[in-house]
């Protein structure tokens, strides 16, 4: 009797471990307690993730395999969070507080000779276009990313645009990441500020108006532009051009790995004064 409450007990466990495990909850500053949109939540690496919406709440479903992994919270101008899994309860809502993040200003030389507007990255664009990569969690974000090569020259940032295209939307809320180079891959953020903007879907050239962020930068970085799609939005409603030649870099979810395609690179470029 005693071995067969055990191996009872044993075969519930397997059942258990089994099963997807669903969070909710919201995130919330520190300081004040509001709630923070946009957060980016996953398991680093796993390609597991999802956003926090314009209330700051979220929905993920974590695959049993991932039961044993460790959550984390991402956002902007906040210090990273994270929580092993196997402590999260999943019977109540989390509320997850993030404490912001000081940020220390890099001083970057701006020289006396006369400025020059200039145009770096990918400014053409042949018929192709992408899709955003598939993924199982719909409320999660998919971004794209060039490299912008500076050459060590001190440059202001002034404006950045891409190639967008959609049969179905007629705008998309899209946010603008600047990226350390790290390993040939986008790294770490190198600017705490979050960009968030809606942007026309209709087929063409986007801007975003960069200088009331105020950016000045002295090494090459990676350009990213991440979906957030709405609540219950078709996550292929969106597309990006692209050009042949180069490389492509993209993730599909949140905190998620960073893939590499030879042969293409994302219609995105950055306009500056150097």
Not at 182 to 192: H, K, T, W, Y
Not at 193 to 207: F, H, Q
Request: proline content about 4%.
């Amino acid at each position: 009797m005693k071995y067969s409450a055990l191996l009872l007990l044993f075969f519930l466990s397997i059942g258990v471990c089994g099963q997807a495990i669903k969070l909710e909850g919201q995130v919330l500053t520190a300081q004040g307690q509001k709630a923070l949109p946009y957060v980016n939540i996953g398991i680093r690496g796993k390609n597991v993730g999802t956003t926090t919406n314009a209330q700051g709440r979220f929905i993920l479903v974590v695959p049993p395999e991932n039961a044993l992994d460790t959550l984390s919270f991402s956002a902007i101008g906040y210090q990273a969070h994270h929580m092993a899994i196997k402590q999260i309860s999943p019977a109540k809502p989390m509320q997850v507080k993030l404490q912001e993040k000081a940020v220390s200003l890099k001083e970057v030389l701006v020289r006396s000779h006369k400025l020059k507007r200039k145009k770096l990255g990918v400014t053409g664009r042949l018929p192709l276009v992408w899709g955003s990569p598939e993924n199982i969690e719909n409320r999660d974000i998919y971004e794209f990313a060039n490299l912008i090569r500076v050459k060590a020259k001190p440059s202001e940032l002034v404006s950045a645009h891409f190639y967008l295209a959609s049969t179905k939307l007629d705008s998309a809320l899209f946010r603008i990441n600047l990226y350390r180079v790290s390993d040939g891959l986008p790294g770490e953020r190198l600017v705490e500020k979050s960009i968030v903007d809606r942007l026309s879907a209709k087929a063409g050239w986007v801007s975003i108006d960069l200088q009331p962020y105020a950016l000045m930068l002295d090494e090459d970085f990676f350009l990213g532009i991440e979906y957030l799609p709405a609540e219950g939005a078709d996550r292929l409603a969106v597309s990006l051009g692209a050009k042949l030649g180069g490389k492509a870099y993209s993730r599909k979810s949140s905190l998620g790995t960073w893939d590499t395609f030879n042969g293409a690179s994302l219609s995105g470029y950055v306009e500056v004064w150097q």
